[in-house]
């Protein structure tokens, strides 16, 4: 893929938020209980590092958590510069937001053309994402399916990929790269240590997507400084409302 002919504007940037399926590790049941303990090889009797191990990785993994939030952006030029337009899918329940952001993913970025990207997505983003919608039994988008593809068929970006040249010993955050990048970002109120707190203390889905929308906004300036284009003015990047 040569990312010099690429048309920025058949690429769909995202970012996704999680959390545990239940909040606190005692309201597990029994053999799910058993069965976190099993692959985080931490036994239920050790209740302190049982309880450290759920609080920090429950939410990540996606046997044990669920999806509240797609955050998506994408890139439209007017002919005098460009915006980047943003929509947001969240939910308390993660089989509507799925549905939702499949319908869009088949009815609009549903041929060879089109692209999805995010940081360390093929890690962690787009699987998580597949992963959840088998478990809620829906089809995978085409553009999400890599089932008997050549890796060269498989439509998708990873800015976290494109800054390892081929390294692979590290991990490197978004916010480090805008860091290093001198991005401008926004002073976020929270962070994602902070979102099951807020989903399920607050309540507030809303402060939710309006922080995963931002690190969609970082994701697509970062992208454009990757490929040397100019970033996106403030004023013409649009929230979803």
């Known amino acids: 893929m040569l990312l010099n002919t690429l048309n920025l504007e058949k690429v769909l940037f995202l970012d996704i938020e999680t959390v545990p399926q239940v909040y606190l590790p005692q309201d597990l049941d029994e053999e799910t209980r058993k069965l976190f303990g099993t692959k985080l090889n931490v036994s239920p009797d050790e209740i302190g590092n049982f309880e450290e191990a759920y609080f920090r ?10 999806i509240i939030c797609i955050s998506v952006g994408f890139l439209h030029d007017t002919g ?35 692209l999805l990207c995010g940081h360390n997505a093929k890690e962690f983003d787009f699987p998580y994402i597949c992963r959840r919608m088998l478990i809620h039994g829906i089809e995978l988008p085409n553009i999400l399916n890599m089932a008997g593809k050549k890796p060269w068929e498989i439509a998708h970006l990873d800015t976290m990929e494109l800054w390892k040249f081929g390294d692979y010993k590290a991990y490197t955050s978004l916010a480090l790269l805008c860091h290093v990048f001198k991005i401008p970002t926004p002073k976020d109120d929270i962070s994602g240590a902070d979102v099951a707190r807020v989903y399920y203390e607050e309540k ?27 970033l996106v003015d403030q004023a013409e990047v649009y929230h979803s409302t």
């Open 57 to 66: 990785r429950a939410g990540i993994l996606a046997e044990f958590g669920k």
């Open 80 to 114: 005098t510069g460009r915006q980047l337009r943003l929509k947001s899918f969240y939910h308390d329940d993660e089989e509507t937001l799925l549905l939702q952001f499949k319908r869009l993913l088949d009815e609009h970025y549903n041929t060879p053309y089109h």
């Open 204 to 230: 507030n889905l809303e402060r939710i997507k309006v922080y995963c929308e931002k690190d969609v906004v970082a994701l697509i300036q970062l992208f454009l400084r990757m490929q040397g284009e100019p």
